[in-house]
């Protein structure tokens, strides 16, 4: 079943749990991702970034996904992962996602502001839902535990969101995208007062890494969707390291990788608390 995200999103909030949102970029760990929810009756957030490397024609792949994602028994959204210029941000919703993230997070606050409205509105019109970010979520090659930057003011944000009038909003919680260089440290405390005061779901980006239980405690202060990628693409190439590929096995290629990315997922979906939650 194809569902906007905020659907996804406000029963996540009242219920108090996160849903899963895994990177894709082909048919294979796309379908691995909607096998594993549908066997864990969990509703599911599949994003593919915008310049997505092994999949750049995320026209073409924006139907494909809509098409399997129609045909699932469980709700799931498609989303445009940090959208980039307005034109591919139109081009997603054209693509048929059911969400953008419209990342303007390296602007200024007004700027930021400006230019997400303008989408909230185009995106509205047509019942495809916005995330937003606000702080800014950096790369885990520069994470540095004093010395973090960026993160999320609450009051900014609940203003940002009246604002915007976006579906969901990005955090910058102590999280980082890809590896991290050091332990993360997760400011649990300033996740609490954003959730106080913002009306929307949070989203934590840079979930792969984080921890089992930081990622438990998350979910249940307040964040609503976890973004994974690295680690599902670890668990796919571990569960090929350990294939026997000799001889005809060499056609088990994509499905041991499927594996891989499957199993990683449906660990995240029991620990994120939406098992069961599928309508
Ligand atoms: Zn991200």
């Not at 984080?210 to 990628?229: Q, Y």
């Amino acid at each position: 079943m194809l569902v906007t995200m905020k659907e996804i999103l406000d029963k996540a909030k009242e219920g108090h749990y996160a849903v899963a949102a895994p990177n894709v970029d082909n048919e294979h760990n796309l379908r691995a991702c909607i096998e594993a929810a549908e066997e864990l009756n969990s509703p599911i957030i599949i994003g593919v970034p915008i310049h997505s490397k092994p999949n750049p024609d995320i026209c073409y792949f924006g139907r494909i996904m809509q098409d399997i994602a129609i045909r699932a028994s469980v709700p799931v959204a498609i989303n445009l992962d940090h959208g980039g210029s307005y034109d591919e941000c139109v081009m997603g919703i054209r693509a048929g996602f059911t969400s953008i993230m419209v990342d303007r997070s390296k602007l200024s606050f007004e700027e930021n502001v400006a230019e997400v409205k303008e989408l909230v509105k185009v995106a509205h019109a047509v019942n495809v839902s916005v995330e937003a970010e606000l702080g800014h979520v950096g790369g885990g090659e520069t994470y540095a535990v004093d010395g973090y930057e960026n993160l999320t003011e609450p009051d900014q944000a609940a203003k940002y969101v009246e604002e915007t009038g976006v579906d969901c909003l990005a955090v910058a919680i102590g999280t980082a995208h890809g590896f991290y260089k050091g332990e993360p440290f997760i400011r649990f405390e300033l996740l609490e007062e954003i959730a106080k005061k913002v009306s929307v779901p949070l989203v934590l980006h840079g979930g792969s890494g984080t921890g089992d239980e930081n990622l438990a405690k998350a979910a249940k202060l307040g964040i609503c969707k976890v973004n994974l990628s690295i680690d599902l693409r670890q668990a796919a190439i571990d569960e090929l390291n350990n294939a026997d590929l000799t001889g005809y096995g060499l056609y088990g290629f994509y499905k041991y990788i499927a594996k891989g990315y499957k199993d990683k997922l449906s660990h995240y979906i029991r620990i994120l608390g939406s098992e069961g939650k599928a309508w």
